[in-house]
């Protein structure tokens, strides 16, 4: 038997928060834009600016440029953009205790954590000095699992120092703590609109200066997010 939705409390929002009413009477809105947004018509033209205004509040509440925010299906295509695409060409570390859709999209090597679950920065450094050739640092803002928050300043700035890039899976932490990408010193993070509110299905990898130009599709064919 079906429990009415109003006969009990939902506690499960770090899993996936309910639909705030804003963001599904946008959707609502949206839904009755009938263009193509690559269409060169005036219904087309709509439909483009609508996506364009979404993607440049997007970017501006994480302190990125639009150009720099790549529209997914959610958090786990984003990650998987991030590793293949600023990975490519590099060794890909892990934090143990990582998503994943990051372990999962072709990991070279697990970096521990402390007994705390906070990503152990002797051992980080110690992978980065051990090889000459660059490395992508994955590292989880905030954990799904332990709500453990980690350094990713801190980390960013040893990373940086060995030549390495650093992507931020930031799923959990968006609309709970705040943050930008210049603030975390990252070259990427990304985020899923249903842990914050959001729709499902919908997310963004974002990008810092010109990595966008590291992105890669998943899937070929279409023009759609450069």
């Known amino acids: 038997m079906s429990t009415p939705r109003d006969s009990f409390t ?108 906070v990503l152990d920065m002797t051992a980080l450094e110690r992978m980065l000095a051990a090889a000459d050739d660059p490395a992508l640092v994955c590292v989880m803002l905030a954990n799904n699992e332990t709500g453990v928050i980690n350094p990713v300043r801190e980390i960013a700035a040893l990373c940086h120092a060995h030549g390495a890039l650093v992507h931020v899976d930031a799923v959990q932490a968006a609309g709970r703590i705040a943050f930008t990408l210049d603030g975390l010193d990252a070259d990427s993070i990304a985020i899923s ?20 130009r590291s992105v890669q599709p998943l899937l070929a064919g279409g023009g759609q997010e450069q």
């Not at 990125?64 to 925010?69: K, P």
């Not at 609109?193 to 966008?212: E, Q, V």
Request: glycine share 16%.
């Open 10 to 117: 939902y506690l499960d929002a770090n899993a996936s928060e309910p639909i705030r009413p804003e963001a599904l009477a946008a959707m609502t809105q949206a839904a009755q834009v009938a263009g193509n947004p690559s269409s060169v018509h005036r219904a087309g033209r709509g439909a483009r600016a609508e996506l364009e205004t979404a993607r440049e509040g997007l970017a501006a509440l994480f302190g990125v440029q639009a150009e720099n925010c790549v529209l997914t299906s959610g958090g786990t295509e984003a990650n998987v953009l991030a590793v293949t695409g600023l990975g490519a060409g590099r060794r890909v570390l892990a934090g143990a205790t990582e998503h994943d859709a990051v372990r999962a999209a072709g990991v070279a090597g697990v970096i521990a954590v402390r007994p705390d679950g």
């Open 193 to 212: 609109g249903h842990k914050f509110g959001g729709p499902k299905g919908a997310g963004a990898l974002l990008l810092a200066g010109d990595r966008f």
